[in-house]
């Protein structure tokens, strides 16, 4: 495929229109992009040039756009659907292709916030970032995209989504964030769907051929191949959505589609949400890579099952780790010795929370979401506290509630 006149001319026009609302001049994107400023001219014309080397100029000024805090004019061309069809466009086969520099940091050479654990076959910073708030950002879809690149820039390299997230939203921005060289590990979870017209945002998806259905919509709108881990929502514990006879499933049946699909290459590993120890025990001879539960330092009734996990190598990822998300119940934040801590730290009673959790095993990955760069940072931040004995002591004294699995 090549593009017409046309197209090449409305390209060009969208390049140089996204570079002039970056606020960069000419000389400063090019020794941004380490390449003479010819060079430059050469690529906004999109005219015989190489088609990689035009998508990388589009990437960056979409980017310098963002950072400028302006919103990207869009591309109607050098859209995301078209980047795989995009080998032959911009020819001849023999123009030069320009030897970007590197000035942002390599995915291997990025700060790895709170150390690592691995992550099923990879090894991720223990810090990562849950895309559930990121519906918040439905009508300022930019800054959605520049929370996610911000991330990424921090040293995160695990996000946590849902296609019943925002029906597709939290997917959809991830897609526009992330190139393949970010290098992040995309976890989804399965056993619901989105049901935007219902009582409830999403409804109950349990059985077989809808788990691997909600599979392929996640590899869709987040525009990948493979999902690094795919957690099983099971909804017969705990507080969750109404369940109608015909989804109660058995955890079996489930498995078996989850080994499959992990067979087939459509997902890298398998991980438990909402379980009983009773069902991670029956689930673990099909190899369980991750655990989703609420936990937090005032609900610790699944001390046991961590306690396994660790023993298992398998990652604790708590969901609800300031407490309950519903309103009016208990939160970290309000108990009298954390905020003693915090004031003692020079941290938020959010951090120390979190903290708290970083400190309580070496498998506890942290997905803490937000809509807010700001909350992202402290977020962050929170992989250079270090709790002192007394600390630990006194966190460790406030009551916990018994087991119990809350929807996230």
């Not at 439905?138 to 695990?158: C, F, K, N, Q």
């Not at 597709?168 to 060289?181: F, V």
């Not at 379980?275 to 009734?301: E, F, K, M």
Request: proline share 7%.
């Amino acid at each position: 495929m090549s593009l017409n006149d046309t197209e090449i001319s409305r390209t060009a026009a969208e390049l140089r229109t996204n570079l002039e609302l970056s606020g960069l001049s000419p000389s400063e994107a090019a020794a941004d992009l380490l390449i003479s400023e010819t060079e430059l001219s050469a690529l906004l014309t999109a005219r015989d040039v190489d088609p990689a080397s035009v998508w990388q100029l589009r990437d960056y000024l979409e980017q310098a756009v963002f950072d400028a805090g302006q919103r990207p004019a869009p591309f109607t061309v050098l859209t995301e659907d078209n980047r795989r069809k995009a080998a032959g466009w911009f020819t001849l086969r023999d123009a030069p292709r320009h030897d970007f520099g590197q000035p942002a940091a390599s995915p291997s050479a990025r700060p790895r916030p709170g150390g690592t654990f691995d992550l099923g076959s990879r090894s991720v910073a223990r810090i990562g970032y849950g895309a559930m708030q990121l519906e918040r950002l439905r009508e300022d879809r930019a800054t959605g995209i520049s929370l996610i690149r911000r991330a990424v820039e921090l040293g995160i390299d695990h996000i946590d989504t849902a296609q019943f997230y925002g029906n597709g939203l939290s997917n959809e921005l991830i897609h526009e964030a992330l190139s393949p060289g970010d290098e992040v590990a995309i976890v989804s979870k399965v056993g619901a769907a989105p049901d935007p017209g219902g009582p409830f945002p999403m409804r109950a998806a349990q059985r077989p051929e809808e788990l691997r259905a909600e599979v392929e919509a996640n590899l869709r709108t987040l525009g990948i191949e493979q999902l690094a881990v795919v957690n099983l929502r099971r909804m017969d514990t705990g507080v969750t959505i109404p369940m109608p006879d015909d989804q109660v499933v058995s955890i079996e049946d489930q498995l078996a589609e989850m080994v499959a699909m992990r067979d087939e290459g459509l997902i890298g590993g398998i991980g438990m949400s909402n379980t009983t120890i009773d069902g991670l025990r029956t689930a673990l001879p099909a190899g369980i890579d991750c655990v989703q539960n609420a936990y937090s330092l005032i609900a610790r009734g699944d001390d046991d099952m961590l306690e396994l996990c660790e023993a298992e190598g398998i990652a604790w990822v708590p969901f609800f780790p300031l407490g309950s998300g519903f309103e009016g119940m208990p939160k970290v934040t309000d108990e009298e010795n954390v905020i003693r801590v915090a004031a003692e730290l020079g941290a938020t009673p959010s951090q120390v929370g979190l903290a708290w959790l970083l400190d309580r095993a070496p498998n506890v990955l942290l997905i803490p979401g937000t809509a807010s760069v700001d909350h992202l940072g402290a977020n962050v931040e929170v992989g250079e506290l270090t709790l002192t004995e007394s600390q630990r002591a006194l966190l460790d004294e406030i009551p916990t509630s018994e087991p119990g699995t809350i929807r996230p």
